[in-house]
């Protein structure tokens, strides 16, 4: 059974950095064909798909983030990383870990429990 646990702060200052951690359980980070991706909803928005990681550790970023947004992960814990500089309130969005498969159109089939992070001073 695959789990996604996300950790971090649900408050962050404007200016700051939003930093969270996704711990995949189930499955491995670097098994081929499954990436994964971090998406927000900003409060009455749709989704939002902010970039990936995949399995080789390479990373695409959504081009309107991209300047902002960097992934990274750890193997040896089988963890993601998100992190999103410069924020304003209008980064203030649920954010979410999910596994994508590579398809056409990419298929998100494991999503962690969504993060409320509100940026506000």
């Known amino acids: 059974q695959v789990q996604l646990q996300q950790s971090g702060p649900g408050l962050v200052k404007p200016s700051q950095t939003i930093s969270l951690t996704c711990t995949v359980s189930g499955d491995s980070i670097t098994r081929e064909y499954y990436a994964w991706a971090w998406i927000r909803q900003p409060p009455g928005k749709g989704l939002e798909w902010m970039g990936v990681i995949n399995p080789d550790g390479a990373t695409y970023y959504s081009p309107s983030l991209k300047s902002r947004t960097s992934i990274s992960r750890d193997t040896s814990k089988n963890q993601i990383s998100l992190h999103l500089s410069s924020v304003t309130p209008e980064d203030t969005a649920v954010y979410y870990c999910?596994?994508?498969?590579?398809?056409?159109?990419?298929?998100?089939?494991?999503w962690g429990q969504g993060t409320q992070v509100t940026v506000s001073s």
């Open positions: 999910v596994r994508e498969f590579a398809n056409d159109p990419p298929e998100y089939d494991y």
